[in-house]
């Protein structure tokens, strides 16, 4: 069973937000929140991680919802660089288990 | 530094060849991962290695053999593979197993059976 839901693709105007959403209901209180982001069949690259709490750093802002059951990511100036699949992922000790990505269209 | 390399980078074998697919990190990272990435799909875990032993294996064909020669290399020896081993492999490694870590992916090798 799928342990993350993403909407299968976004567009977003380029200088604006993109705000990618993903939902993990099942998600334990010790299990991380991941995302990365994937270009051109490219290794993925991470972006940001949290558990709780919203984390922020230069690339993107996590927000995490208080029950945990869902989380969003924020580019907060998309550019045309930043069009890629993006994979929001739960850690669970052991193993990263993967979504099936969004892929988003950053549109000029 | 948060490299890790991939060599090759593309890589054509026929179903009789044997090849190996190498990966490398000087993080002093002390697990690496071997994923398998269908076209379109996420990535697939495949081996997990934590201070150079075999952690995990994901029901892999025996065909895909995995050694670990030291902390810092990764390979993964082919042999007698199949048209739908085609595939992007990825080699990813972080601090430690298991563990909260971030991992790192390097870039991968694109892999075409014939």
């Known amino acids: 069973d799928a342990k993350t839901t993403q909407p299968p693709s976004m567009d977003c105007a380029e200088g604006r937000a993109a705000n990618l959403p993903c939902n993990h209901s099942t998600i334990s209180g010790n299990e991380y929140v991941y995302w990365y982001r994937q270009i051109h069949s490219q290794g993925p690259q991470y972006i940001i991680h949290?558990?709780?709490n919203n984390e922020t750093n230069e690339m993107a802002s996590l927000i995490i919802t208080e029950d945990r059951k869902s989380s969003t990511l924020i580019l907060p100036h998309a550019t045309l660089r930043d069009t890629a699949v993006y994979y929001c992922i739960v850690q669970s000790g052991n193993q990263f288990y993967f979504g099936t990505g969004t892929s988003l269209t950053v549109i000029p | 530094d948060t490299e890790v390399t991939q060599t090759p980078k593309h890589l054509v074998m026929g179903m009789t060849n044997k090849k190996s697919l190498k990966c490398e990190q000087h993080m002093g990272h002390r697990a690496m991962y071997w994923y398998k990435q269908k076209a379109k799909k996420p990535p697939e875990l495949m081996f997990v290695y934590s201070y150079e032993k075999l952690s995990i294996n994901e029901s892999v064909p025996s065909r895909f053999s995995p050694e670990c020669p030291n902390s810092s290399l990764l390979n993964l020896h082919l042999h007698a593979l199949q048209p739908e081993d085609s595939a992007l492999y990825l080699c990813?490694?972080?601090?430690?197993?298991?563990?909260?870590?971030?991992?790192?992916f390097g870039p991968g090798t694109r892999l075409t059976v014939l």
């Open positions: 990813a490694s972080s601090q430690g197993f298991p563990s909260t870590d971030t991992q790192y």
């Open positions: 949290g558990l709780k």
